[in-house]
Every structure is written in C-alpha cells, then in structure tokens.
Nanobody, 125 residues
Framework: QVQLVESGGGSVQAGGSLRVSCAAFGYTYSIDCMGWFRQAPGKEREGVAVIDSDGSTNYANSVKGRFTISQDNAKNTLYLQMNSLKPEETAMYYC???????????????????WGQGTQVTVSS
C-alpha cells in the first residue's frame, strides 16, 4: 500500500506563485508514475502534470510554461511549482500515483490507484 499526503496549499493573488508537495509513504519503491490533478467546485477532476520514475514529464496545455512538476526520490516527495497563477485555477489539488509507467496514457483519473486527500489552492483576482 502507498499513502499520499499533500501540503502547501493556500491563498495567493493572481500572478503569484505557490508550491504544493506530496509525501509518499509505504511501498513507494514500486511507484512508476505520479501526477497532480485538480478539481474545482462543480467541475470534473483534471490532470495537470505527471512525471515518470525516470524523470520524464508531461503537462496539460493550460499550464505549460508556468507549472513545473518534480520529485525528490530521497525524500519520497513530489512537488508542483505553480507560477503566474490565475483565478480560474482555484481548486483542490490532488496527488496521484500508480505502479505502471506514465507512458502515453496518463490523464485518466481511473488510471491511478493511490490518491491523497488534496490541498486547497485559492487564487484571488
């Protein structure tokens, strides 16, 4: 089993930056793909960024050039650095993980076995 715990959410003004973290516990050695998803009220959960165990990354078009996903394997921690935040990016941000590589299919929420409880990010205009 793997447990994921997010932290670092908060409130920021539009144009500001925030970094959220996700600490992984348990059988983390078998995790190959991790990602960040977000869900705004009344909307479906959507993928933001994913990273493979080899460090390769993929981003949603809406965040390319502004968000950076990274991982510290020694600390079993996943990060999402968010710059130039927009009010419409206000959402609960979730960390997800699975045992298979991200490969060519990684935006489906059903593809991930493990989820954190989420951390709230609020961007004010």
């Amino acid at each position: 089993q793997v447990q994921l715990v997010e932290s670092g959410g908060g409130s920021v003004q539009a144009g500001g930056s925030l970094r959220v973290s996700c600490a992984a516990f348990g059988y983390t050695y078998s995790i190959d793909c991790m990602g960040w998803f977000r869900q705004a009220p009344g909307k479906e959960r959507e993928g933001v960024a994913v990273i493979d165990s080899d460090g390769s990354t993929n981003y949603a078009n809406s965040v390319k050039g502004r968000f950076t996903i990274s991982q510290d394997n020694a600390k079993n921690t996943l990060y999402l650095q968010m710059n130039s935040l927009k009010p419409e990016e206000t959402a609960m941000y979730y960390c997800a993980a699975r045992h298979s590589y991200c490969g060519g299919s990684y935006w489906g929420t059903y593809e991930y076995k493990y989820w954190g409880q989420g951390t709230q990010v609020t961007v004010s205009s």
